[in-house]
């Protein structure tokens, strides 16, 4: 609450689920913006999932570059 930022990146299903408080899998969740306390909130997929399956890693771009056009706004 007290740095207040304008949006959190969720890297994969353990972060993402305590977060947000739900049981959703991060496939289901990624890509979406979601809201915590007024603070926009993007789930998407861990570093370490992205080395596994690297096609991955074209959504996680998608999402990031939502990320940076919220911020530019």
């Not at 993402?16 to 909130?41: D, H, N, P, S, W």
Request: hydrophobic share 45%; proline share 7%; with cysteine.
């Amino acid at each position: 609450a007290a740095i207040r930022p304008d949006v959190i990146v969720c890297l994969g299903t353990p972060s993402a689920q305590t977060l947000l408080g739900t049981r959703e899998t991060i496939t289901k969740m990624r890509g979406i913006f979601r809201e915590v306390a007024g603070v926009r909130v993007m789930p998407t997929f861990h570093p370490a999932y992205l080395l596994r399956n690297p096609a991955a890693k074209r959504e996680v771009w998608e999402d990031m570059k939502k990320v940076r056009d919220l911020l530019q706004a």
